[in-house]
């Protein structure tokens, strides 16, 4: 089952501190039946997002062009968004450029290395078999982060208190959904690079990709959350999902290795046949989620309430939604199947053979 992956509380949360710009990323328009889509059906989803009222930004873009575009709640075209655990995803594709630039050895470094300052004389030995791999696929052997969450972040030290966390499992184990995983990967980025997170991704890949990272929580010690809690427009999201469409590229330049896109979006769980709402037969990849709606294959970001960065590849097809986060876990699953529900009835059915 998917897990929460964080709520809405923002304690250090800064506009582009970095004061880094980059060329704004320029999306092209059509309509949907010039990209062989039902208009009226794709209206209807348009109409089922705005009676939800949860929902904040509905885009859908094929063959690169943004057929529909919907934005409720006070939200614009430009407006940031907290993108919750879509946040994830952006790291991946960190991870491979810090991995590509030689500022990681490899993924099988561990993760200990990089905190000397948290090893004692009784730590669980197993800790020392702690890789980046095993951050990368929620496998490091702590307990879900619905059991632990709120006591990880209302610590002093989220780095510390994560090392320091109990294993109910041997590292590589089980997947177990937390995001304090992620974190202590962006501490290990930023201590490899002597760079911020934020330095990092905006000289590695926000910048080159053309958007900005409008604002990313930070840690008591500085660190940015890693795999949450950075703010980006629905466009800017749409923009990593077809990078990743077409193997990492952008206007012609690699900006994220293909092998690392291919890499990524591989399984590292084998589910046996699952449903989540709509969302069927899914996996965990490499900070992504891969599984089917409406029996098209799809690779997914995936945030908190129904921030969505939703990639069918065979239809070359990206849906990319925005919702209110500040909800309670039953509610952010119920308005995580709304969407995919949306997806399924609305808009892969608009999609004309």
């Avoid at 060329?23 to 939800?52: G, N, V």
Wanted: with cysteine; proline share 5%; hydrophobic share 40%.
């Amino acid at each position: 089952m998917l897990t929460l992956s964080s709520l809405f509380f923002v304690i250090g949360c800064e506009k582009n501190p970095a004061g880094i710009e980059s060329d704004h990323y320029s999306w092209e328009l059509s309509t949907p039946a010039e990209q062989e889509m039902d208009p009226a059906i794709l209206d209807s989803a348009s109409i089922q997002a705005r009676l939800k009222g949860f929902i904040d930004g509905l885009l859908v873009i094929r063959n690169g062009y943004i057929i529909a575009e919907n934005y409720f709640n006070g939200y614009g075209i430009n407006s940031p968004h907290n993108v919750m655990s879509v946040s994830k995803s952006f790291l991946s594709a960190i991870t491979g450029l810090a991995l590509q630039k030689g500022y990681l050895d490899s993924l099988n470094e561990k993760m200990l290395y990089y905190f000397p300052e948290y090893i004692h004389p009784e730590i669980d030995e197993r800790k020392y078999q702690i890789t980046i791999r095993h951050l990368l696929t929620m496998r490091m052997g702590i307990e879900n982060e619905t059991e632990n969450y709120f006591e990880i972040y209302h610590s002093d030290n989220w780095i510390k208190t994560t090392i320091e966390w109990p294993l109910l499992y041997a590292p590589g184990e089980r997947m177990r959904y937390n995001t304090f995983q992620t974190h202590l990967l962006s501490a290990i980025l930023t201590k490899a690079s002597q760079m911020s997170a934020l330095e990092l991704a905006q000289n590695l890949l926000t910048g080159p990709m053309g958007i900005t990272i409008d604002a990313w929580e930070q840690d008591p010690q500085g660190y940015y959350f890693g795999g949450n809690s950075m703010f980006f427009s629905p466009r800017e999201m749409a923009v990593l999902g077809y990078m990743y469409l077409n193997g990492g590229r952008l206007n012609d330049t690699q900006i994220v290795p293909q092998e690392w896109v291919e890499f990524t979006l591989t399984p590292s769980t084998n589910s046996p046949p699952n449903a989540w709402g709509a969302f069927k037969n899914y996996n965990y990849a490499y900070l992504w989620w891969l599984g089917q709606i409406y029996q098209y294959d799809l690779f997914l970001a995936y945030g908190y309430g129904g921030q969505f960065v939703a990639c069918f590849p065979d239809l070359n097809l990206i849906i990319v939604t925005t919702a209110n986060n500040q909800v309670d876990y039953d509610t952010s699953t119920l308005q995580e199947w709304a969407i995919f529900d949306i997806m399924e009835k609305y808009i892969l059915p608009a999609v004309l053979n």
